[in-house]
């Protein structure tokens, strides 16, 4: 669910800049991503975006996601919410409110060992993508169709009920 909030600010609108004077220095490394990836994210292939987020994300990307950099993560994106929460528009504040309680709800460690498929301790991308199936088009437009993303099994994955992920899922 971590990726689902970072893919997230990185292809909604108002992921806005906020003054260096305000943000910690992890809020500016994730702002820092935003506009680094924003471009190829809005244009490219899903999975050069994808590629991107778990470049950043994972300590070590060929192994996948580890429990520590989903908890490092929680807190950089925590910290880019806080500095840059009002230069959001009001859906994507939204958005982002909601994801995170979802994801602090469940806890790190069960959200991280509900992709943890093999038991292995880290989260590949095909793990993290077993329910999203990536093609040509940019990640938003994937993560918005609604026959790329089987929902059900997503959210069956996570204990949840389907309508609970369709708002994270809208255009």
């Not at 959210?155 to 309508?163: D, E, I, K």
Request: proline residues 6%.
């Amino acid at each position: 669910m971590r990726k689902w909030l970072f893919a997230l600010a990185l292809i909604l609108p108002g992921a806005a800049t906020a003054t260096a004077q305000t943000a910690s220095p992890d809020a500016l490394l994730v702002q820092q991503l935003i506009d680094g990836a924003r471009e190829p994210c809005r244009t490219q292939p899903a999975q050069v975006c994808v590629d991107i987020g778990f470049w950043f994300a994972a300590s070590d990307p060929d192994r996948g996601l580890s429990l520590d950099d989903v908890v490092l993560l929680r807190q950089r994106l925590g910290a880019w919410f806080q500095a840059y929460q009002e230069t959001l528009v009001p859906r994507a504040r939204t958005g982002f409110g909601l994801g995170f309680l979802l994801a602090d709800g469940m806890t790190i460690p069960k959200l991280h060992g509900s992709f943890d498929s093999n038991g292995d301790g880290y989260v590949s991308q095909a793990e993290l993508l077993a329910d999203v199936t990536l093609d040509q088009r940019p990640l938003g437009q994937v993560l918005s169709d609604p026959d790329a993303v089987d929902r059900v099994g997503l959210a069956n994955r996570l204990g949840l009920p389907p309508a609970m992920l369709d708002q994270l899922f809208q255009k």
